[in-house]
Nanobody, 128 residues
C-alpha cells in the first residue's frame, strides 16, 4: 500500500519561504514520477513542480525561479522549497506519485506520468 504524507504548510507573509515535505512509503517501482500540485478555493487543481526517478524536473511558469523540487532517495521524501511567496500561491498543496517519466516530446519536455497515489494535502496561506 502506497502512503504519502505531506507536511510543512502554514501561514507566511508575502516574500517569505516555506519548505514542504512529502514522505512516501510502499512504492517500489524504479521508474516513477513525483510531483506537487495545488488547488485554491474555486479553482481547478494545477501542477506546481514535478520530478522523475532520473532527477529531471518541470515547473509551472508561475513558480519558476521561486520554487525548487527535490527528492531524497534514501528517505523516499519529496521536497518543495518555496521562496518569494506571493498571495496567489495560497492553496492546498498535494503530493502525488506514480509510474512514468519526464521525456522530451518536441518541442518541450513533458510529463508522461500516471498519478495513481495522492497525499491528503497541506495548506499554504500567504498574506499580503
Amino acid at each position: 500500500q502506497v502512503h504519502l504524507v505531506e507536511s510543512g504548510g502554514g501561514s507566511v507573509q508575502a516574500g517569505g519561504s516555506l519548505r514542504l515535505s512529502c514522505a512516501a512509503s510502499g512504492y517500489t517501482s524504479s521508474r516513477y514520477c513525483m510531483g506537487w500540485f495545488r488547488q485554491a478555493p474555486g479553482k481547478e487543481r494545477e501542477v506546481v513542480a514535478l520530478i522523475d526517478s532520473t532527477g529531471r524536473t518541470l515547473y509551472d511558469d508561475s513558480v519558476k525561479g521561486r520554487f525548487t523540487v527535490s527528492k531524497d532517495n534514501t528517505k523516499t521524501t519529496l521536497y518543495l522549497q518555496m521562496n518569494s511567496l506571493k498571495p496567489q500561491d495560497t492553496a492546498m498543496y498535494y503530493c502525488a506519485t506514480g509510474e512514468g517519466a519526464i521525456r522530451f516530446s518536441f518541442p518541450y519536455w513533458r510529463p508522461f506520468c500516471d498519478w495513481h497515489y495522492w497525499g491528503q494535502g497541506t495548506q499554504v496561506t500567504v498574506s499580503s
